[in-house]
């Protein structure tokens, strides 16, 4: 029996993802038993999901056998057990950003449930509708950056508003070959996977050949840095995050077979954002 014991948006929250996912990789035609204890924060599904479906594609039946009941409520709700023959229940207070198992071809989907199930939620704080197109744009780049270099046949998202922590959490997943591998092969570096990490969030810094611009995270960095969220990438063995304070670098003890995107925006954000050229325009008139 496995056990997920307080999986939360932390370096101790991957970590036991990590260690679960290499106990069992190697494993072809077994049943693997799995339990969920004390918390399992709902956006982390997605990771969760990418990981079930690796060890399923060596033929392995993964049970799970044991859930606490205030997680199995969320993760019914957010439709992720519905993927293991559960049926689904209401979300009366919306509170979950759907789990979605996609195609790389699936993007203009995931830019219109970006913006509806994330960035038109009113707990988010104002912003025009020119800020959220441009946060969505940066969102969808970073599907986009999963489609085109990951090499992942799925991507998994979800996502969930916690009213007591004041904040929302929504969390991209492809289990693809990573930043790491990608970056390395394309320019003939030797960087290690937090050194990957960071090239890929700056301005303008991007694998593709004849195109300009980055993957959108530069955009994202300073949105998370006046909101006074967070961003966290995991790709290999590095785990980035990025909030007000500035970055932090940290390494795993084993590697996460692909990339996860974690953003936090914060709902009790009493500010009002727009861009500045909206301003410059107003200005005028």
């Not at 969760?48 to 039946?61: A, K, M, P, Q």
């Not at 993964?62 to 992720?80: A, C, H, T, Y």
């Not at 995270?217 to 969220?229: H, I, R, S």
């Amino acid at each position: 029996m496995s056990i997920l014991n307080n999986i939360n948006n932390s370096y101790h929250g991957y970590q036991q993802l990590i260690d679960f996912y290499h106990e069992h990789k190697d494993k072809l035609f077994d049943k693997i038993d799995l339990e969920l204890e004390f918390w399992f924060a709902a956006n982390m599904a997605s990771a969760l999901g990418g990981i079930l479906d690796l060890l399923n594609e060596n033929f392995n039946e993964v049970i799970i056998k044991s859930i606490q009941p205030d997680i199995e409520k969320i993760l019914l709700k957010n439709e992720f057990l519905s993927y293991f023959g559960h049926p689904s229940i209401s979300d009366d207070y919306q509170t979950t950003i759907k789990f979605q198992k996609l195609k790389p071809t699936d993007g203009k989907f995931f830019n219109n449930y970006v913006m509806n199930e994330l960035l038109d939620r009113s707990e988010l704080p104002r912003m025009s509708q020119l800020v959220k197109q441009k946060i969505a744009e940066k969102i969808y780049e970073i599907f986009v950056n999963a489609q085109i270099h990951s090499k992942s046949k799925h991507i998994y998202t979800c996502g969930q508003f916690y009213p007591k922590k004041n904040t929302i959490e929504f969390t991209i997943v492809d289990m693809g070959i990573g930043f790491k591998k990608k970056i390395n092969e394309r320019f003939g570096w030797n960087l290690d996977a937090t050194q990957a990490i960071k090239w890929a969030t700056q301005d303008r810094h991007t694998t593709k050949i004849g195109v300009p611009g980055g993957i959108g995270l530069a955009l994202l960095k300073e949105f998370v840095t006046l909101n006074k969220g967070f961003m966290h990438i995991i790709s290999d063995n590095g785990l980035y995050q990025f909030d007000s304070n500035g970055e932090q670098m940290h390494h795993f003890t084993r590697s996460f077979p692909g990339t996860i995107v974690n953003l936090q925006f914060r709902t009790d954000d009493t500010g009002s954002y727009t861009l500045k050229e909206e301003i410059d325009l107003n200005n005028i008139f």
